[in-house]
């Protein structure tokens, strides 16, 4: 009986070590559900955005009735007559009536940085976008050169070991020899380069996915690329349409109504004031309440040129935004030249390349027959081969070069992390 436990234990090792060791295969689709939920960036962005709001509602309490109550006790006496409590009490109610409109400028100001907070928002999940992309692209590479440079390697050992029958019938040189198993040497050193870009692949995903606990992983997919366009869009069109474009115009709009605010500090103030409540009193019960009711107007005639600095400063803020949101418009412009161009090429790249790969499969193959034969020499065999070598890792290079460029395009479009 204890043979058969240990018989099973011993099979429950070999089934579940391999399990918790397997890497964890995840879609594209998978990848962004999971970002959207645990990215700390996109959790910062929503978090800045709740403190907008929230200082915005704070604003808007200004302009609603203010309530208050206080109340008060105060024993008194005097040495060898005793001493009485004396008990007070109110009640005030405050409301702003005018205030230049400053306060309706602040929640205006208020309403134009919860857009500009919409909008970082949306810029940040534009970035995090392309940057999971990049990794998933990169992985997806590794994942695919790390069996290239197998497969490499081992065409490499082949020819060793042929060139070396060839050195021993005396048909090759002993420098042909050494040739083909330096060859070999890089190889087997691109293997272990490629295993270890694997390893760096996949903790950058992981990073890129919001990840605090990394582990082996891999990715499901193809090279392909979803933006199939090929004629060039409005670009002036797609940066007016960015979330940068529109979150600093939202800053502009929110500088202006701060101005405004600002003047209105050399605005009068009037509040309607009202209270109930009783002053000191020895005796209890109360049976009398006083009440007060009243305008309080506060118009201010000299701070020390406080207010003036403020416009002064304030004006200077709604410069310095329009400066921003022209330099941020040309930035656009620029980014999205630059990034259409590179995707385009990248694009084009890749048909090349493929091209490149086709004829390199051919000429190898004629190439290892008239070699075989005796009709080629090594060293325009060897060139052939490495021609072949260089053409499948540019065509796979070229591949994961198109899916980041795409990448890049979609985020100088504003491109969220849904798509």
């Not at 701070?303 to 330099?327: C, L, N, P, T």
């Amino acid at each position: 009986m204890r043979t058969i436990h240990f018989l099973l234990l011993v099979m429950f090792f070999f089934i579940t070590i391999p399990t918790l060791n397997a890497e964890e295969s995840l879609t594209w689709e998978q990848c962004v559900s999971e970002t959207k939920q645990a990215h700390p960036d996109l959790n910062a962005a929503l978090a800045i955005l709740q403190q907008v709001e929230a200082t915005k509602r704070i604003t808007e309490g200004l302009l609603l009735p203010q309530l208050s109550s206080s109340m008060s006790t105060i024993q008194n006496g005097t040495t060898g007559t005793g001493s009485n409590a004396a008990l007070s009490y109110s009640l005030q109610v405050q409301q702003l009536l005018y205030d230049g409109h400053k306060t309706s400028n602040q929640v205006s100001s208020n309403r134009e940085a919860i857009k500009a907070t919409q909008y970082n928002y949306k810029i940040v999940s534009a970035t995090v976008r392309s940057a999971l992309r990049s990794a998933f692209a990169q992985l997806l590479l590794f994942q695919d050169l790390v069996g290239l440079t197998v497969e490499i390697a081992e065409r490499r050992q082949k020819n060793v070991r042929l060139i070396n029958l060839y050195y021993q019938g005396g048909r090759e040189h002993i420098g042909s020899l050494r040739q083909a198993e330096a060859d070999l040497a890089q190889a087997q050193f691109e293997v272990s380069q490629a295993k270890r870009g694997l390893v760096l692949a996949q903790t950058t995903l992981a990073s890129a996915l919001g990840r605090d606990v990394h582990k082996p992983l891999r990715v499901q997919g193809t090279f392909a690329v979803s933006d199939l366009s090929t004629s060039k869009p409005d670009l002036a069109l797609l940066a007016k349409n960015h979330p940068q474009f529109q979150q600093l115009d939202a800053l502009s709009k929110g500088a202006r109504y701060d101005l405004e605010s600002a003047k209105s500090a050399f605005s009068p103030q009037l509040y309607l004031t009202s209270s109930l409540g009783r002053g000191a009193f020895d005796r209890l019960p109360v049976d009398a309440v006083d009440w007060s009711a009243g305008v309080t107007l506060s118009v201010p005639i000299y701070q020390g040129g406080s207010g003036r600095a403020a416009v002064d400063k304030a004006m200077a803020f709604v410069s310095q935004q329009s400066a921003q949101e022209k330099s941020g418009f040309n930035q656009l412009i620029n980014t999205l030249e630059q990034n259409w161009k590179n995707f385009q090429d990248a694009r084009q790249s890749v048909v090349v390349q493929k091209k490149q790969l086709d004829a390199a499969v051919d000429r190898s193959t004629i190439a290892n027959a008239e070699y075989s034969n005796g009709l080629l020499t090594f060293n325009d065999w060897v060139i052939i081969e490495n021609n072949l070598v260089s053409a499948e890792k540019s065509y796979l290079n070229a591949e994961a070069n198109l899916l980041i460029a795409e990448a890049q395009w979609i985020q100088s479009k504003g491109g969220e992390l849904e798509g």
